[in-house]
DNA sequence: CGGTTGATGTCACTTGGTGTCATGATCGTA
DNA sequence: TACGATCATGACACCAAGTGACATCAACCG
């Protein structure tokens, strides 16, 4: 017999989906959470930095699927063509998890402190694919910006696919929020 | 005589800049602040809604700057040309106060609750931007594109401008880092 | 079998942030 | 002039997030 229940992270990370979901985030408190799993407050802050980071804890692997793909994409594919193809990507793996990307989505929509520990995730994912694309010989500041502008694209295309009432596959929005990118853009 | 010492609230930003800036945001507790402010914390609390905002007193205006220039642009002007002259405002306003805006950029450069909150800041003013481009007539996916495409390429100019060595103008880095984005986007 | 390791608990503490009431100067008005 | 309302601030108690230090105890290992 195991002195401790296994995935400790797991149960804390799903007893606050739950109860964010639930209560909302502002009224729930870490004790309670921790609680819920059957652990106490001091482990949570052992596996997570802090109360909003339990929310978070996939984005280092969505990161990395982006510079993967960026990184894989043809050698005569232009940075945004890279870039492209990586949000293809994403969107395929999003759309597997789609209930469970829109429960979640829905709980950051609801507060401003989880909103900002979004910007933030997406930012670094930006630097993390500018710094791919250097690694493909784009130069700065066009490898930042197209970074910048390809999570933005997919920022939008995101957000319209969580809360639409039509049901369009996200690399259908993306494609279309790009071409929209490139119409705006043109000199 | 007066009973108290008159702007409380500025005297509390002068002495939040202060600290923050020598001993850095974290070491610096909001008692402190408001002692250095001769007033008290629960004072601060009643000026500012936490430790972060009050370095960002400012970003209301600089909605309104940005708001208002979109809104002034020829009818006849693009959404992103509405936009970048409202960029071109903006820099203009920033030149005025180099300086600051630089110490102030560095103090949240070290932090990252302070660069979450930055980030935020920095999407209610896309927001902004985005409202007064429908105002203009402009549709969605569009409008809110371009508003974002425009404050990425704020957001870059602005930190080459800041810790850049050769003194280029904010205007000039704008521009140049529009051109860019334009070139990176040309199907 | 005894020592070590590693996940967890316990406890005390600091700090951010808030609710509530007290204080006392200022201002309008009779 | 006097008096009551208003308003900025202080005082105080409190909760929750987050951290450091140390204890516990099953599992593993030589």
Known sequence: ?????PDARGRLQQAALTLYGERGYENTTVAEIAEHAGLTK???????????????FGSQALEELFVTEVGAAPESATPLDAVA?????????????????????QIIAA??????RELIKLASLAGAVAQALRLRGAEDPAAILTA????????????RWVDQ???QPLQRLIRESLDELRAVTAA
């Open 1 to 5: 017999m195991a002195r401790w229940q």
């Open 111 to 116: 507060n401003r402190e989880l909103q900002e």
């Open 42 to 56: 001091r482990t949570f802050f052992r596996y997570f930095a802090d109360k909003r980071e339990v929310l978070f």
């Open 165 to 167: 009432a039509n049901r």
């Open 148 to 159: 910048e502008a390809g999570i933005t694209v997919f920022r939008v295309a995101f957000e």
């Open 85 to 105: 193809a990586a949000l293809d990507a994403a969107a395929a793996m999003f759309e597997q998890r789609r209930e469970s990307a829109a429960r979640r989505q």
